[in-house]
């Protein structure tokens, strides 16, 4: 299995993984030249024949980074190279079984909590601690940082960032390629491409 990153998300999700007996990680990074040719032992690949080879063996990848902009593209890169797309979920998790849907290539990390009839879209990163109450929606490829919350029936686009600590209460819509930031309190919806901070969120 491929982690596609090697920074700190990716080397959360390589202490989660390794706990697990049998698994061959490798780790890609392509744009830190400088870095050591392994993390902890793991080997580090850092060219597309490398990754392609790789894949030959175990075609699956986890989508490694947090920006919500890379992850798309680490998703459609890997994807391309012939990757089947592998959905993180850490053991410490709790995510409900009352019809929550969680699409290909998401991460969920330690111990999030995934309530009832929550949708979580495609290479979507639920970070540590993080709270997704009953009816929520995320989009595609979004990041929802350590311990944020978002409460009943919120709705986010694609691509959407939000900060460590957020708060989103009920009913709030949040628009692709928003951006709200580390412990703002969002009371109002979020138009696209929007950033919104503090409490209450402007």
């Known amino acids: ?21 049998g698994e061959e990680i490798f780790l890609f990074d392509n744009v830190n030249a400088a870095a050591a ?9 850092r060219t597309a024949e490398e990754v392609k080879a790789q894949l030959q063996n175990d075609p699956r990848f986890i989508v490694g980074t947090g920006n919500p902009a890379v992850r798309q593209k680490m998703y459609e890169l890997f994807l391309a190279w012939g990757g089947q797309p592998f959905t993180f979920i850490a053991a410490t998790a709790l995510v409900s079984e009352q019809q929550t849907t969680i699409d290909e290539a998401a991460n969920i990390m330690h111990d999030a909590f995934i309530s009832n009839h929550v949708q979580i879209g495609k290479g979507s990163l639920i970070n540590t601690r993080a709270h997704l109450h009953h009816n929520v929606v995320t989009g595609n490829f979004c990041e929802i940082g350590p311990a944020a919350l978002l409460l009943g029936n919120v709705h986010i ?8 600590g957020a708060i989103l209460l009920p009913g709030i819509d949040v628009g692709d390629d928003a951006i709200i930031g580390a412990g703002a309190v969002v009371t109002k919806p979020v138009a696209a491409k929007q950033t919104v901070k503090g409490n209450p969120a402007v």
């Open 157 to 164: 686009g694609h691509r959407v960032f939000i900060g460590a």
């Open 1 to 21: 299995m491929i982690i596609a990153g090697a920074g700190g998300h990716a080397r959360e999700i390589l202490d989660l993984l390794i706990k697990k007996a």
């Open 37 to 45: 040719d392994s993390i902890n032992g793991y080997a580090l690949i």
